[in-house]
């Protein structure tokens, strides 16, 4: 169960041989039986040649010899040679074809050989590079807080995501490839010189320049690479911030200046990677001539060799098929001795961000079950001390002792070390001498599994995940998997790989598939209890109206609907009724089959349903097929050419004058500026040849325009009675000829079902709020409300609202809410202190008071420590401190401290 | 109603008739068509003045808060125009507005109408003769009141 956090080692080698020195052990001896078969198949052809094909041992036609005898050649004293089979006897013709075929069967099996190995290296770099991932992964979560002030988060990316990547392709290479190729390399060697000792010296000497010269030339490269690998890696860091500051940018108009900033870090990295690739390709073709170079001297030496009669012709086949292996496994080599100085580099570069100084223990991180929290007793400060980077003691000898439950506030100046302190108290911050105990518990020695359930910090602004608003109050209380998942089949086998393989490469065996919630943090037994806590909570915050909101303005998804699609039926009829009670049926127009709806636009009259999808999308209805061909049956195309062709006119006159982002662009989105010209030349050619006699392109541009007009609101009177009689005979035809494959893009409003593609409000209505009528929106939302409080529908509406995605870093919900967020998170798992460091800083003043009054009142019975922007706010708790300068100067009851002359009174002068 | 009518409606109105043709119709178009039921107010005392009413059917009474209670002051009907001079000062609403029977009006932001006052020097002036009437009623007003017997 345990996450083991593994160690790093400073050299790459260190590291590769500590976690795969088994792997590696494991493929040596078929590295081995492969240097046989090489060996073999090198010395096979020899014999081919000189034996069937020369016919050294075949004298006279009738001749055979024995295949595949195998002799034991052992000393005389072993009992000599000893004959283990006597072979086939054999004819020149078929000895020739064994021999081939001899030949054939030993590159196969090398080939398979070669095969295993290279699966072997594979699953071994994979293994290690997923090792080195995951231990780099596990020390981010070990920095110390104040070490992510210093690393941009996109570099700590690149290097776990790119710049380990060769690491892993090289694990597999590290000592297997040397002692592969090395093998090769001496195979060919020891071969040659077994053949003829001179061509054999000439072989090694080419050898040796290749392998003195090359390295040498390629020490440069290193350099190279190196400064290749920050620049990229800086580079990434830069685009990160690019894309943080965007508002700082377009604020200061600075945009240029960061180009000019990006192109100069291009070039750099141009001229870097030029010189990279220009010596690169030197050393190449040096590499090149080298091995080109020796079969010119085999040629001429062996060539005369063979003349003089020193040399038989086999053997300096041999000898040239030998050489022609000989340079591949030795350049091979050189790149690997390259490749390991670069990994090398890379390992180190990557190591130095990692290898933190106070890097948290593992242990501190470890999963507890049931771990000691503090129930009562008192929180206890000695001595407590901070201080900073550059030697200030931030926080100076604080000391004090409160009850575990009691509300203490925190004031003093922003410098005065309010902030630290709270950080401190929260363990965010390691203290650099003193103590915090709480409930007899040693907070700053404890490990996370107490702290981060025993206290909850909440700072001026805080961080949410990019998932829903229900996920991110969730997030506190998933502290480790509560109820292992259960799996069967393939899926439990894929599962059972899975922790085999995680466990194999030091990683956690936690199943992030498991459910992760643990009730129990927040006081429920189950799921729905659960969601009724997290509504409470969010009444605490205030976040139940604004949730309540987006619930009505979602749609839900179609998975979720189904419980609810009968009791928001319901609503809709009992609004439907409310309306008709006050009169105030004509307020909204609900939608009809059988009547055309002035409020909605025209492509809803024709759908009579929300698109789903793209295809039906208002935008692409004047280009779909089916719709054309629904409008060219039922004989509406030529009025809605019409219609088109008008309201065409009536834009261009009405907008010409306009200046190009003009609110009225956006407000009647039919035609943007940068189109009115083509509009224009549409309507000209119009002029000239008439609406049958443009061309399709035209057409459908003037077909597209009308489905978004809105009769009731734009008033154009472009649609009269009859037109909308037959939109309505449209409407019939489009639903019942809709083909198969388009009957997910679309859902038909039908006054018994729930639409999912609409939102909840929509679906309620199940019409339009008319145009004309003054205030009907404000009006009409205030009667849905109280509708929907009568039914008891409210909690569903702000569950649905729940679902709502905060978007990257909660960017989709105001900053009060995403604070707002972060408060109920924290309140959710119910700490037993509440840390609050002026969190409610960023709420408008009103709602500091509100949130501040219910957060006190629904923790009652537990602790909080309330670090407060303005000293006022102090009288609300049991205890105060006040800070100057990092030292606790006056502590006690609100009313006793602001006498005259005390630095509250001071404070509280300051305002 | 369509916005043809619409146009001819606000053809009638000084401060609209000189205007461009296509203007007036850009200025009924980009306005909002409106239904006031009866006692449903239009314009509240204190609010940000953000558009000028024309009345095109129904009346409604102005009336304004006094120590006393609220006094109406005045009623305009059918043809009438409402809250124009308030969007052209930044100021809050002097009065309240209330439909008194079911009223239809054309809602023109202060957007759009101080767009038409900028590029038709003729509409500006038909409104500064409206201001200086009004100016001139006012003084005569403080002249009555200061000058009656306590």
């Known amino acids: 169960m345990e996450a083991k956090a593994p160690p790093m080692e400073r050299s790459l080698f260190g590291y590769i041989i500590r976690y795969s020195k088994r792997d590696q052990l494991l493929i040596v001896p078929l590295v081995f039986v492969s240097m046989v078969l090489y060996f073999l ?19 006279d036609p009738e001749s055979s010899v024995a295949f595949l005898n195998i002799v034991l050649r052992l000393p005389e004293f072993l009992g000599g040679d000893w004959r283990l089979f006597n072979g086939f006897v054999l004819e020149r013709m078929p000895y020739l074809f064994a021999l081939a075929l001899a030949f054939l069967g030993l590159i196969v099996a090398n080939g398979g050989l070669k095969y295993q190995i290279n699966t072997m290296k594979g699953w071994m770099g994979e293994r290690m590079l997923r090792r080195l991932r995951y231990a780099l992964f596990d020390h981010i979560l070990r920095f110390p807080l104040a070490r992510f002030r210093r690393v941009k988060s996109a570099e700590l990316a690149t290097m776990i995501k790119d710049e380990v990547e060769p690491l892993g392709g090289f694990v597999g290479e590290a000592l297997i490839t040397p002692l592969m190729l090395g093998g090769q390399a001496l195979t060919a060697l020891l071969f040659i010189l077994y053949q003829h000792i001179y061509l054999g010296m000439i072989a090694l000497g080419m050898v040796a320049v290749q392998a003195v010269i090359i390295p040498k030339m390629r020490r440069r490269l290193l350099t190279l690479a190196k400064q290749r690998q920050l620049t990229a890696r800086q580079l990434a860091g830069r685009i990160a911030e690019v894309s943080d500051g965007a508002v700082e940018i377009h604020a200061h108009d600075t945009s240029n200046f960061e180009r000019a900033d990006i192109a100069a870090r291009l070039g750099r990295m141009f001229r870097i990677r030029f010189e990279f690739f220009q010596r690169k390709f030197m050393i190449k073709f040096l590499n090149n001539f080298l091995s080109q170079m020796t079969p010119f001297l085999f040629y001429s030496i062996g060539g005369y060799l063979v003349i003089v009669g020193k040399l038989d012709i086999g053997a ?21 001795d390259q490749q390991r100085l670069d990994v090398q580099i890379k390992y180190t570069q990557v190591m130095e961000q990692f290898m933190v100084e106070n890097l948290a223990p593992p242990e501190q991180q470890a999963v507890i079950e049931r771990p000691p929290l503090p129930q009562q007793g008192t929180i206890c400060a000695t001595n407590l001390s901070l201080v900073d980077e550059s030697g200030n003691k931030v926080v100076d000898g604080v000391s004090f002792e409160v009850d575990l439950a009691c509300h203490v506030a925190v004031v003093g100046r922003a410098d005065s070390g309010r902030s630290e302190l709270a950080q401190l108290l929260a363990r965010l911050l390691p203290p650099s001498s003193g103590t915090v105990t709480m409930g007899g518990i040693d907070i700053t020695r404890a490990p996370e599994a107490v702290t981060g359930r025993a206290l909850a910090y909440v700072g001026s602004s805080s961080y949410l995940f990019p998932v829903s608003v229900r996920e991110n109050l969730l997030y506190a209380l998933k502290h480790r998997p509560v109820r292992e998942a259960v799996y069967e089949g393939e899926v439990l086998r894929e599962r059972e790989f899975q922790l085999r393989e995680a466990l194999r490469t030091g990683g956690t065996s936690l199943d992030i598939g498991a459910d992760w919630i643990d009730y129990d943090s927040a006081g429920v037994v189950n799921a729905e209890e659960l969601e009724n806590c997290i509504l409470d909570v969010l009444k605490v915050v205030e976040l139940e109206e604004p949730l309540f909101e987006r619930g009505l303005r979602s749609a839900v998804e179609p998975a979720r609907s189904a419980e609810l699609r009968d009791r928001l039926l319901v609503a809709r009829e009992a609004m439907r009724e409310r309306l008709a009670s006050l009169d105030m049926q004509d307020w909204v127009e609900r939608f009809d089959p059988a009547r055309y709806n002035r409020n909605a636009t025209l492509a809803e009259n024709l759908l009579f349903g929300a698109p789903v999808g793209k295809a039906f999308d208002v935008d692409n209805l004047g280009s779909n097929a089916y719709v054309a061909q629904v409008l060219d049956e039922t004989g509406l195309t030529a009025d809605l050419l019409g219609v088109g062709h008008q309201l065409a006119g009536t834009m261009v006159e009405l907008f010409s004058d306009l200046p190009p982002g003009h609110e009225f662009f956006e407000r009647f989105a039919f ?55 037959r939109v309505l005979e449209a409407r019939r035809y489009f639903a019942t000829r809709l083909p198969e494959r388009l009957r997910r893009s679309v859902e038909f409003f039908d006054p018994t079902r729930y639409t999912s593609a609409a939102s909840l409000q929509d679906n309620i209505l199940f019409g339009k709020i008319v145009s004309g009528q003054a205030d009907a929106s404000q009006r009409i939302g205030e009667l849905l409300r109280q509708v929907l409080e009568e039914l008891g529908l409210r909690p569903l509406v702000v569950k649905i609202g729940l679902d709502y995605q905060v978007g990257v870093a909660g960017a989709r919900l105001s900053v009060a809410e995403r604070q707002k967020v972060a408060l109920a998170r924290a309140i959710l798992k119910r700490p037993a202190v509440l840390i609050l460091d002026q969190a409610l800083g960023v709420l408008d003043p009103a709602s500091q008071a509100i949130v501040g009054d219910r957060i006190i009142e629904h923790r009652r019975s537990g602790g909080i420590i309330w670090v407060l922007q303005r000293a006022d706010a102090a009288q609300q708790a049991r205890h105060v401190l006040v800070l100057e300068h990092g030292r606790l100067v006056e502590q006690g009851v609100f009313d006793e401290l602001k006498r005259n002359g005390s630095a509250l009174n001071r404070l509280l002068k300051e305002g | 109603m369509s916005l043809e009518q619409e146009v001819e409606l606000i053809r009638q109105f000084p401060i609209f008739s000189k205007i461009a043709p296509a203007m007036q119709k850009l200025l009924c178009f980009g306005s909002e068509r409106l239904t006031y039921d009866p006692g449903q107010v239009m314009i509240h005392v204190g609010d940000a003045a953000d558009a000028a009413f024309v009345i095109i059917d129904g009346s409604v009474e102005v009336s304004v ?65 409206i201001l200086a009437t009004r100016l001139a009623n006012t003084t005569q007003q403080l002249i009555k009141s200061s000058t009656a017997p306590k």
């Open chain 1, 316 to 336: 300096l086949v041999a000898v040239i098929a030998a050489y022609k292996d000989l340079p591949t496994p030795v350049k091979e080599l050189i790149d690997w």
């Open chain 1, 41 to 59: 198949s090198l010395d096979l052809p020899k014999t081919i040649i000189n034996e069937p094909i020369q016919g050294k041992r075949f004298p």
């Open chain 2, 65 to 129: 808060p006094t120590p006393r209670g609220t006094v109406v002051v005045n009623t305009s009907g059918k043809n009438e125009i409402v809250g124009e001079i308030g969007i052209f000062g930044d100021m809050r609403r002097t009065a309240t507005v209330t439909a008194v029977t079911k009223v239809e009006v054309l809602r023109i932001s202060k957007d759009l109408f101080m767009n038409v006052v900028r590029q038709n020097p003729d509409a500006a002036i038909e409104l500064i003769k």
């Open chain 1, 671 to 725: 035609i943007r500026h940068e189109d009115l010209p083509n509009v224009k030349a549409i309507l000209a050619r119009v002029a000239e040849f008439g609406l049958t006699g443009i061309d399709a392109a035209d057409r459908s541009q003037l077909l597209a325009l009308p489905f978004k007009l809105i009769s009731a609101r734009h008033r154009l009177g472009l649609i009269d009675e009859a037109l909308e009689g």
